[in-house]
């Protein structure tokens, strides 16, 4: 079926900028022009834009589909002050889902840093939250959590245990008393994946909501940013159903990577396996990110936060995405731990040329420096900033890495005069996927306090716009089927109530999705 769009602006975002109308056929672009000609081509379809702006849909660089899925499965602990409000928020969870003594409880979106202590609470605490379950609850960044008694000991952890049971750099926090109930990195993680699974249909309900929340962002192209094991059997399930409107991508964990390709291939359209992907350190808020400096505070003890992986175990990931020929994903936060990876990218090419056309990315480079994104692009390495950071936890980086260092976060402007080819992106459910939020966060680097962190860093919202659509279609390799609003390309779109090119960078954070199409057909659209 053809169909026509016109009567907007049409953002092309390729060259010339604007176009007049648009028309599709069977899924893909087959013409961009006049409206007086391409209508001479019979259209079985007109879409009138009615003045609204149509663009590329978005491209998410980098979230994590099934955690996000999850968080619907999960109590929001979402600018809680006190223990009191934790109390209501649990007690109001446990009453609205029927949950029974003994069952599980998972929350999320905790950050101490909005407390008024300003701390995580004692064991204690955690205990009166829910005397009657376990409980987990998982800081707002991923990277760190906390147990209450019941849930320790249902997972087997003990002060005593001689030999971590999790590989690499993690900590199970303990005092005087005994545990507290707080772990960090993979020693959370390896916990974390220890809890009983929900069941397949609570989380196909799961994926429907958070493909919807993708939808209602603009995206149409998700990304499934560390797929382990435990999720085989639920996107079995996903992919079977038939419900996948989105295209979703997926970087596995390297074990699992194999198994992944072998038992999810063909089962939809919406999905393939993209690469894999290693952690390189952990969190600037939750200060485990590894620097190449000490926090400030922390320069008398030389505390700099800590890597996770030897130069070995990279190296090996680095091998495998050159012998697979896929591409490697790495979560590199802190200077030190881009260091690393550059370090050992450098090696890795030296060795295995293809590495350079596999597009490695460093995902968040929070603080990598101006050195390294030049290096980064002499080996043809991309970089995936989470400018909305900025904004989110902004403050706390003043605090923990001083203003002068803080105001280097995400250097967005840096890497576009270091050639650098990066993307944006929100690693939801960490945020929520809004893309309209991250490209002003890009333009404004506005903090939550309302002070200006890194004004030399700010990009214009036209570069911004290029990270979620034409950067992003690059860095999936897919530069020749998404990305502009080009012939032969997927007919992919997103429609604004407003041009986000004549829009100031202060409102552009006001702009609303009205509809998202993919392969031509409407697949979202506010009520």
């Given amino acids: 079926m053809k169909t026509l769009f016109y009567g907007g602006k049409i953002l092309t975002m390729d060259i010339p900028l604007y176009t007049d109308a648009v028309l599709t056929e069977n899924g893909k672009i087959t013409a961009v022009g006049k409206r007086e000609e391409l209508i001479k081509q019979a259209p079985d379809t007109v879409i009138d834009l009615d003045g609204k702006t149509m663009l590329p849909a978005f491209i998410d660089a980098h979230s994590h589909f099934f955690q996000t899925a999850c968080a619907f499965l999960q109590v929001s602990l979402l600018g809680v002050r006190s223990e009191e409000d934790m109390r209501i928020r649990i007690d109001d969870y446990i009453t609205a889902n029927g949950v029974k003594p003994g069952d599980w409880i998972t929350a999320r979106d905790f950050d101490p840093e909005f407390m008024q202590s300003g701390k995580n609470p004692p064991l204690c605490v955690l205990d009166r939250l829910a005397p009657h379950n376990p409980l987990v609850i998982q800081h707002k960044s991923g990277h760190m959590g906390l147990f209450n008694s019941q849930a320790l000991r249902l997972l087997g952890v003990s002060e005593s245990v001689k030999t971590k049971p999790w590989q690499g750099?993690?900590?199970?926090?303990?005092?005087?008393?005994g545990l507290t109930g707080y772990m960090e990195e993979n020693a959370f993680f390896y916990y974390l994946k220890k809890l009983p699974l929900q069941s397949d249909s609570d989380m196909l309900r799961a994926f429907e909501r958070a493909q919807q929340k993708y939808l209602s962002y603009g995206i149409?192209?998700?990304?499934?940013?560390?797929?382990?094991?435990?999720?085989?059997?639920?996107y079995k399930t996903l992919l079977k159903s038939g419900i996948l409107k989105t295209d979703i991508t997926a970087y596995c964990e390297p074990s699992v990577y194999n198994a992944v390709k072998n038992e999810l291939h063909g089962l939809s359209g919406h999905f393939r396996v993209g690469g894999i992907k290693i952690f390189l350190d952990g969190s600037p808020q939750g200060k485990t990110a590894w620097m190449r400096t000490p926090y400030a505070g922390d320069e008398k003890s030389g505390y700099c936060g800590y890597g996770t992986m030897t130069d070995g175990e990279v190296l090996a990931a680095m091998e495998m995405s050159a012998k697979e020929g896929c591409q490697l994903l790495a979560h590199c936060n802190g200077d030190a731990a881009a260091?690393?990876?550059?370090?050992?990218?450098?090696?890795?090419?030296?060795?295995?040329?293809?590495?350079?056309?596999?597009?490695?990315?460093?995902?968040?480079?929070?603080?990598i420096d101006k050195d390294q994104l030049a290096r980064a692009a002499e080996l043809s390495a991309m970089v995936s900033f989470f400018s909305a950071h900025v904004y989110?936890?902004?403050?706390?980086?003043?605090?923990?890495?001083?203003?002068?260092?803080?105001?280097?976060?995400?250097?967005?402007?840096?890497?576009?005069?270091?050639?650098?080819?990066?993307?944006?992106?929100?690693?939801?459910?960490?945020?929520?996927?809004?893309?309209?939020?991250?490209?002003?966060?890009a333009a404004s680097r506005i903090t939550k306090s309302g002070q200006t962190l890194g004004r030399q860093e700010r990009i214009s919202v036209y570069d911004a716009l290029r990270a979620v659509t034409v950067n992003a279609a690059y860095q999936y390799?897919?530069?020749n089927t998404h990305g502009t609003i080009s012939a032969g390309k997927q007919a992919d779109f997103t429609v604004l109530d407003r041009n986000p090119l004549q829009t100031s960078a202060q409102r552009m954070r006001e702009t609303a999705v009205l509809q998202v199409f993919k392969n031509g057909e409407c697949v979202f659209s506010k009520s």
């Fill in 169 to 177: 750099s993690g900590k199970i926090e303990t005092d005087g008393g």
């Fill in 220 to 234: 149409a192209s998700i990304q499934e940013g560390m797929f382990v094991s435990q999720m085989l059997p639920f």
């Fill in 339 to 367: 260091e690393q990876f550059l370090r050992c990218l450098e090696a890795a090419v030296e060795k295995y040329p293809v590495m350079r056309t596999l597009r490695p990315v460093i995902i968040h480079a929070q603080l």
């Fill in 392 to 441: 989110h936890w902004g403050d706390v980086h003043i605090k923990n890495f001083s203003l002068e260092r803080a105001a280097k976060i995400s250097p967005a402007a840096t890497a576009l005069e270091q050639g650098v080819k990066f993307t944006l992106h929100q690693d939801a459910p960490v945020i929520e996927p809004d893309m309209t939020e991250t490209i002003w966060c």
């Fill in 477 to 479: 390799s897919k530069e």
